[in-house]
């Protein structure tokens, strides 16, 4: 049983960002966990993380405040789901921390990590409620907005 | 960070039931995670159970179908997020399984068993988004419902 993937990505539902990067998974993983890293690659530059909550258990806490350009701020709040240290760590804000239903979900994220070479093949996929969901994240720029996060992240990984 | 706890019930947003009961918890266990062991228990009599599906994992199917006693059919449809045998079992249909983001969230339920003697201290709470749904979770009868279901697991814990 645990061996069968519970599901493969649905191209209607979800979006996926695929990449081999060029520093490894324990990197990877430490840039995703402490908000110290957090606040300084996961808003697409000119945007800011003005504050970043990390509670790293499932059931615990994520909750990042994004600030744009002009200053107006978006909370998002979520809940840890799985936390496999260096391969997997998956979050929804479906749910409140405690696991309590939330009154606007919009997504879960997978993200995982595979060593390749001294890199990663990094993976991050976005499951959606609803078709409505999946565009409303692609017309946001979900493709170019992770993209230059995640170069971010890269970059940052370099420097620890 | 991890011995903290996460949540403590709120009496305004979560349903509890808890009861000591006579018999281990291997055996509340077993009654919870295979289907033909819930067809005997979870409904109250004289309902029934219709079908029910478990994959048994984070993120892995709990789906039910409960047939009222005029034939009307309910099905429920979720995903386990914890599954930690003989001491806790948490799932919610907040998630479809493999963690989509569902359209008509109502709880979360965490149930918890711990060894009393030779019983075992069961508690079953349920989770909900806000004040409407621990009420209206209150008016179908969850305390009657549930304490029932939990007589039936008991006596067929004891057949086992």
Chains 1, 2 share one sequence.
Request: proline share 9%.
């Amino acid at each position: 049983m645990t061996s069968s993937r519970l599901w493969e990505p649905d191209p209607k539902l979800d979006l996926v960002l695929e990449r081999v990067i060029d520093v490894p998974p324990d990197l990877v993983w430490a840039a995703w966990t402490k908000p110290e890293h957090i606040s300084k690659w996961f808003t697409p530059a000119p945007w800011t993380v003005a504050d970043c909550e990390i509670d790293l258990r499932p059931g615990g806490i994520f909750r990042t405040i994004m600030r744009s350009p002009e200053g107006k701020e978006f909370p998002n709040l979520g809940c840890y789901l799985e936390v496999v240290p260096n391969e997997r760590l998956v979050w929804t804000d479906a749910l409140l921390p405690g696991y309590r239903p939330s009154t606007n979900p919009f997504f879960t994220a997978v993200i995982t990590m595979e060593p390749r070479g001294q890199g990663t093949r990094y993976v991050a996929t976005a499951i959606h409620r609803d078709e409505a969901g999946r565009k409303q994240h692609e017309e946001m720029g979900f493709h170019q907005g992770w993209g230059t996060a995640l170069d971010q992240l890269v970059a940052l990984a370099k420097t620890m």
